[in-house]
Structures are given as structure tokens and as C-alpha cells.
T-cell receptor, first 115, second 109 residues
């Protein structure tokens, strides 16, 4: 099956700093990738849809200036959490999707802890 | 708005059968997913239902009734490794999925 990787798998950063998370679609070219956030014992919440070569589409309530998404190539999307705060601590998961398919392939997730 | 409901927690015994229900009210519907998620890991795909009826895949089966806005995931011959969260998600539009809060299943010996 398709494989999606994320890097780093976990990161600890100080409040006020920025953190970049990479998501790579290893088996196919993904025109669309999704970024989710998951708080403990809660479900996945879609943050934004990342479209290759164009601006990301953010869900309501997600600050686009705080969560910068760049989909520079068909196999790489990045999420940068700017000026991180402790409340940004969460599990961030990306997924990729073939244009012709319903199935999403999830990355292994990145655990972010802001101290 | 989007509303997806599933029980928060369920407990079952090893070897038994358990049914996890999901009801939904969404502004669009293309299909319904079930995912399994172990703690600290990403979700893994279990099933996708588009048409009404039951689809069986090994020990797991998934049922959909579009007219009732209802689905269930049936797990047979439960094993300890089936202890996990099970997420119901509706494929609404533009390829986006809306997830329920998940059902934490605990399998006891």
C-alpha cells in the first residue's frame, strides 16, 4: 500500500519558537494532502487542505498565519507552527490522497510538545 | 453543520462479538469510513461504505443505511490486539472527511 512519512516523529520546543513538520508521499504523487490535529482522547480535526502549487484551504477557526502550509512539490507538504504556545501541543497527522481514489493514506503523526 | 455520534467507550470479552454504532448528519455524503487507531499512532483504514448494506472483510464487517444516517462496525472473534479507538468518518465533499470522536474499545480476557 501507499506510504506516507512524517518528520520529525516527535519534537519539543520552547514557547515562541517555530516548528516545521514535513509530510512526504512516498509511493505516489499527491496533488492533495490534508493536515489534522488530534488532542488527547479526541478525534482528528481537519486543519487544512494542502494543494500542490496553490494556497492551502484552511478550515474555519484555524489561523493561516500561525499554521503555515507549503505544498511545494507533488510529494512534499510542510506545516510550520509559528510562535508556538503550550496550547499548540498536540498530535499532528498528515494524509495524502490520490485524485481518483476515496482512500486517504495517513502519516505516522508528529507529537509536538511546547514548553 | 456536521454531526457524527458514536459511543465514547465500549468493553467486550476476548472471543466475543461487538458492534460499534455511528449516526451522522452531514451536509454532504459520498461515503463512510471506519478506521482503527492505536494510542499514539495514526489511523489505519478498515472499510469504506458507499451503498446500503453489509460489507464483510475477515473478522470485520461494516454496515451502512444512508436513509437512516446510520452505520455500524462489527468485530467478530475479538482479540486483545483489537483494543483501540475506532473512528467513524464521513466523506463529505471535495475529498474531505469529517471524523466522529471515536469509540475506545477495551477487550478483556
Amino acid at each position: 500500500g501507499a506510504v506516507v512519512s512524517q518528520h520529525p516523529s516527535w519534537v519539543i520546543c520552547k514557547s515562541g519558537t517555530s516548528v516545521k513538520i514535513e509530510c512526504r508521499s512516498l509511493d505516489f504523487q499527491a496533488t492533495t494532502m490534508f493536515w489534522y490535529r488530534q488532542f488527547p482522547k479526541q478525534s482528528l480535526m481537519l486543519m487544512a487542505t494542502s494543494n500542490e502549487g496553490s494556497k492551502a484551504t484552511y478550515e474555519q477557526g484555524v489561523e493561516k498565519d500561525k499554521f503555515l502550509i507549503n505544498h511545494a512539490s507533488l510529494t512534499l507538504s510542510t506545516l510550520t507552527v509559528t510562535s508556538a504556545h503550550p496550547e499548540d501541543s498536540s498530535f499532528y497527522i498528515c494524509s495524502s490522497k490520490r485524485t481518483s481514489s476515496y482512500e486517504q493514506y495517513f502519516g505516522p503523526g508528529t507529537r509536538l510538545t511546547v514548553t | 453543520g456536521q454531526n457524527i455520534d458514536q459511543p465514547t467507550e465500549m468493553t467486550a470479552t476476548e472471543g466475543a462479538i461487538v458492534q460499534i454504532n455511528c449516526t451522522y448528519q452531514t451536509s454532504g455524503f459520498n461515503g463512510l469510513f471506519w478506521y482503527q487507531q492505536h494510542a499514539g499512532e495514526a489511523p489505519t483504514f478498515l472499510s469504506y461504505n458507499v451503498l446500503d448494506g453489509l460489507e464483510e472483510k475477515g473478522r470485520f464487517s461494516s454496515f451502512l443505511s444512508r436513509s437512516k444516517g446510520y452505520s455500524y462496525l462489527l468485530l467478530k472473534e475479538l482479540q486483545m490486539k483489537d483494543s483501540a479507538s475506532y473512528l467513524c468518518a464521513v466523506d463529505t465533499n471535495a475529498g474531505k472527511s469529517t471524523f466522529g470522536d471515536g469509540t475506545t474499545l477495551t477487550v478483556k480476557p
